[in-house]
């Protein structure tokens, strides 16, 4: 009796512990996140955001939080668009995936094999940089990406012709270094090489296949959905504040992608699945495992002493590969204004994230990511939203101690070496594009197709440049560490270019100046016409072609054209430093011309006729 007693008491203990096991295993990793959620939106200030589970070849989890209109309190829901940003690129390198699989691109051969009117910064990089390289950030190039996003334009091939004159800070495959306009260019090879554009490649192979129906490319189209998210960002701290939609069109193999958690579902299921959905082949099997493997390592990637179990830091193609304690993760994030996007999957585990919001540059995404992480894979959990506020807190507190000690480098008491109106012109730089500084009001105004600044002077002929919001026309003087730019002039004082500093390892970027050209009558020209004389025997002659253009000739050189910049002032069109300024008399007839030149300024009385 005995021993059965003991055989009994096993049995049972056994039987109990089986249920507590089973109970544990199969609690639901959903359970309490609507309090949990609710409490990253108050503590993040987010507007709202969506997330999506998939485990195999299903979604198990879809649900919408906080609102996709703050102000008209429309919610979230799964369906709902938002910006997915960077997210973008992996559909990007998978069109080459499936060109690769037709053999019409090999990864490893020079990309101008494919794409000649793409030139680099030098010779070496041309012969060098191939498809691979640029799919995994390894060329050289630094990003650059003020290039595109501050000097906006509707033109792929603009911005391709850009890149000749991008420097880069590194040997090709020498470092990482994340480069939209290497995605930028995939798209346009995929274009070359289909005879169709990079928008409908998506849709046709990847979209169509896959139900992405109501995914897009566009603003334009996402503003006409009935359920597309506004886009928001955060103001002192605090306040949700509207921002308007960035077009991001001409750079759309990078970044132009708008979907809900539910579409992107399927994206993810698509690659945990080798390729497949719905059992029929999206994507080349080999190209899945080669993408999603380490290509380029992008930094130490070490593991700290609070996580130990999360570490690597590599790239495959249009994927970052890391360690998230223990299990093999495949991300990449997104951001463009008013939204932060992250797409991952764990192919080991067969469980993927999706989690779109509508913030600008938001944390939200990895606290969210990684909350459903540690519930899926059944880890011990980590407070990730407690985690960020305390790294806010500690950002705030260095922030707070490094302005007070901080001493200005600015020199009280200086002047700038012009008036204000010779600063004003068009700048323009090739790898970049043109801003503007224009006089208002007595104030310098500099003008980029992405938004507008103040020019405050700091010393000297340098001026930081404040901005200027969109909607209300306010000045933000919020920032203590303001974007400094500094103006250069030529032999004869005029002001010939501006350095500004955009970006990080290279020289100031020099932008030259033209003056802008001013509106000015064929009537109005005919009083300039006329000969001048600089000694007996040496003169100039100044005429006018097509009924609108002034022209100089002096005996012995080319004719040029003059370009009206100010009242009786032109500038040269093609010869920088050179102008004329034309004097009148109280009867405002022109009498003289003086040509202002680098090494001198050489005067001409008008001959009478």
Not at 53 to 63: H, L, Q, S, T
Not at 261 to 267: G, I, P
Not at 327 to 356: K, M, Q
Request: hydrophobic letters at 35%; aromatic letters at 12%.
């Amino acid at each position: 009796m005995k021993h059965l007693f003991t055989i009994c008491f096993l049995f049972t203990a056994l039987v109990s512990f089986s249920q507590k096991k089973n109970k544990k295993t199969s609690a639901d990793p959903f359970s309490g996140l609507d309090t949990a959620f609710q409490r990253v939106l108050n503590d993040q200030k987010i507007a709202g955001f969506a997330v999506a589970v998939v485990e195999k070849n299903k979604i198990i989890y879809a649900k919408g939080f906080g609102y996709r209109d703050y102000e008209k309190k429309l919610p979230v829901t799964p369906n709902t668009l938002f910006a997915i940003g960077s997210c973008t690129k992996a559909f990007t390198a998978s069109l080459l995936g499936l060109l690769n699989k037709e053999d019409k691109i090999k990864f490893n051969k020079p990309v101008r094999q494919y794409l000649p009117e793409l030139e680099f910064y030098n010779n070496d990089m041309n012969n060098l940089i191939t498809v691979k390289d640029m799919m995994c950030h390894r060329t050289g190039l630094p990003r650059h990406d003020y290039s595109w996003y501050l000097f906006k334009t509707s033109s792929r091939d603009s911005l391709l012709h850009r890149i000749k004159y991008q420097e880069p800070t590194a040997a090709v495959r020498e470092t990482w270094q994340y480069n939209n306009f290497m995605f930028l260019a995939q798209g346009m090879i995929t274009e070359k090489l289909t005879g169709k554009s990079w928008e409908d490649n998506v849709k046709e192979k990847i979209f169509t296949p896959l139900g992405m129906s109501r995914s897009n490319f566009s603003i334009k189209d996402m503003e006409k959905s009935n359920d597309a998210s506004l886009g928001y960002r955060v103001k002192d701290d605090s306040i949700i504040k509207k921002t308007k939609y960035y077009n991001i069109d001409a750079m759309g193999p990078a970044g132009s992608i708008n979907s809900s958690v539910n579409e992107m579902a399927n994206w993810v299921i698509a690659w945990i699945n080798g390729g497949k959905f719905n059992d029929k082949e999206i994507l080349p099997p080999a190209y899945v495992s080669e993408a999603m493997s380490s290509q380029m390592v992008i930094g130490p990637g070490l593991p700290d002493k609070e996580l130990p179990d999360a570490y690597l830091a590599n790239y495959g193609y249009g994927w970052m590969i890391t360690s998230y304690r223990g299990h093999y993760r495949v991300e990449h994030g997104g951001n463009i204004d008013g939204f932060s996007a992250s797409t991952s999957f764990f192919p080991s585990d067969s469980i993927g994230i999706v989690v779109l919001t509508n913030q600008n540059s938001s944390a939200v995404t990895g606290i969210v990511r990684n909350m459903l992480a540690d519930r899926l894979l059944k880890i011990s959990p980590v407070d990730w939203n407690g985690r960020a506020n305390e790294g806010k807190e500690k950002a705030k507190k260095s922030a707070k101690e490094a302005e007070a000690s901080m001493t200005s480098n600015q020199i009280k008491g200086t002047n700038p070496s012009h008036t204000a109106i010779e600063y004003t012109g068009v700048y323009s730089n090739p790898g970049y594009g043109k801003f503007e500084i224009e006089l208002k009001n007595d104030s310098l105004i500099l003008i980029t197709p992405n938004g507008n600044g103040w020019m405050r002077h700091y010393h000297y002929d340098v001026f930081e440049v404040l901005n200027i919001d969109d909607d209300d026309g306010t000045v933000d003087t919020s920032n203590k560490e303001n974007l400094k730019i500094q103006f250069q002039m030529n032999a004869a004082g005029e002001i010939t270019s501006v350095t500004v500093p955009l970006q990080p390892g290279l020289d100031d970027i020099k932008f030259t100046r033209k003056p802008k050209a001013k509106d000015i009558t064929g009537d109005e020209l005919k009083k300039y016409e006329g000969e001048y004389e600089f000694a007996p025997g040496k003169s100039a002659k100044f005429y006018i072609k097509d009924e609108k253009t002034l022209y100089a000739f002096v005996e012995g050189q080319p004719e040029y054209e003059l370009v009206a910049t100010e009242k009786n002032k032109f500038s040269f069109k093609t010869l920088q430093g050179y102008s004329i300024l034309f004097e009148e008399n109280e009867n405002g007839e022109i009498i003289s011309a003086s040509f202002i030149q680098p090494n001198g300024t050489f005067k001409a009385q008008k001959i009478k006729q």
